[in-house]
């Protein structure tokens, strides 16, 4: 199984970006997406999942609002665009492949990407 991150950057607060998740050996409309944030020194951070068919979304209360998680199921990729970015959003990126429903313990989640960075200047 890989999952392939990529889109992270260096923006400016109030700038957009859009995260890309490509899948690959799994059957990917068995599993929910979802993606987490972690800075050196914390706890990775739940940031958003979407269900198998992409009808249902969870997101964090941080990013409620300006974050929209998406998927393509004829792609077997995800996007987290990102709208309004706050310096407060920098972080490691890394999405996450799971089959325990939309949760936001990243132990419910069997697979992990590399990760992609963000950075927020302000």
């Known amino acids: 199984v890989q999952l392939q991150a990529s889109g992270g950057g260096l923006v400016q607060a109030g700038d957009s970006l859009r995260l890309s998740c490509k899948a690959s050996?799994?059957?990917?409309?068995?599993?929910?997406m979802g993606w987490f944030r972690q800075n050196p020194g914390k706890e990775r951070e739940f940031v958003a999942a979407i269900n198998w068919i992409g009808s249902t979304t969870s997101y964090a209360d941080s990013v409620k609002g300006r974050f929209t998680l998406s998927r393509d199921n004829a792609k077997t990729t995800v996007y987290l665009q990102m709208i309004s970015l706050k310096p407060e959003d920098t972080a490691v990126y890394y999405c996450a492949a799971g089959r325990y429903g939309l949760s936001d313990n990243s132990r419910r989640y069997d697979f992990w990407g590399q990760g992609t960075l963000v950075t927020v200047s302000s």
């Open positions: 050996g799994l059957t990917f409309t068995s599993y929910i």
